[in-house]
Antibody
Framework: EVQLVESGGGLVQPGGSLRLSCAAS????????MSWVRQAPGKGLEWVAN????????YYVDSVKGRFTISRDNAKNSLYLQMNSLRAEDTAVYYC???????????????WGQGTLVTVSS | EIVMTQSPATLSVSPGERATLSCRAS??????LAWYQQKPGQAPRLLIY???TRATGIPARFSGSGSGTEFTLTISSLQSEDFAVYYC???????????FGQGTKVEIK
């Protein structure tokens, strides 16, 4: 069974930085688009960013552009989200999610991690 | 941004009954729509993609329909494990700016 395990969440002050990681296993990580999706406490889901298999294409929701950076290391089967200039409204559980093999199939997410909580507060 | 609106916010259904959930897009998303189920404290689970294709391992009692701006998720006979929050999501635009609905909570009547 596909496994995605996030880590790196925690409490950070406004304006601070945090790097999330997602360790992937039991599938060929380098073959898939990958995304980050977040969920504020008690709220709905928000797609945050995605990345192509070789890292050559990266896309972001407008609210995080210029502050967050998605990356991947296929040799380590890992996905990352570098979050800078954090704001209170970035407080959420962040999920790593697997997309598809092609751009056309990258938009739905068939496997999700358990999530890691990021809390931005002073 | 494409706004996804789900209705109703809460649906009270008895076990064994049919549940019909609606999702409306603010502009056409063709058939680029997915449905997810989320239980408390768990990650979302993909049910449907392409508006009507069941994901691997999803029971046949779950079905999706619609295209353009109007979509429906139907659960033909609710089981106890189906009480959860359901989200629709569009993935029509490229570059991506994918959006989710606010969710419909299916609760026991």
């Amino acid at each position: 069974e596909v496994q995605l395990v996030e880590s790196g969440g925690g409490l950070v002050q406004p304006g601070g930085s945090l790097r999330l990681s997602c360790a992937a296993s039991r599938f060929t990580f380098s073959s898939y688009w990958m995304s980050w999706v977040r969920q504020a406490p008690g709220k709905g889901l928000e797609w945050v960013a995605n990345i192509k298999q070789d890292g050559s294409e990266k896309y972001y929701v407008d609210s995080v552009k210029g502050r967050f950076t998605i990356s991947r290391d296929n040799a380590k089967n890992s996905l990352y989200l570098q979050m800078n200039s954090l704001r209170a409204e970035d407080t959420a559980v962040y999920y790593c999610a697997r997309g598809g093999l092609t751009a056309a199939s990258s938009g739905w997410f068939d496997y999700w991690g358990q999530g890691t909580l990021v809390t931005v507060s002073s | 941004e494409i706004v996804m609106t789900q209705s109703p916010a809460t649906l009270s259904v008895s076990p064994g009954e049919r549940a019909t959930l609606s999702c409306r897009a603010s502009q056409s998303v063709s058939s680029n729509l997915a449905w997810y189920q989320q239980k408390p404290g768990q990650a979302p689970r993909l049910l449907i993609y392409g508006a009507s294709t069941r994901a691997t391992g999803i029971p046949a009692r779950f079905s999706g329909s619609g295209s353009g701006t109007e979509f429906t998720l139907t659960i033909s006979s609710l089981q106890s494990e189906d009480f959860a929050v359901y989200y629709c999501q569009q993935y029509n635009n490229w570059p991506p700016n994918w959006t989710f609905g606010q969710g419909t909570k299916v609760e026991i009547k």
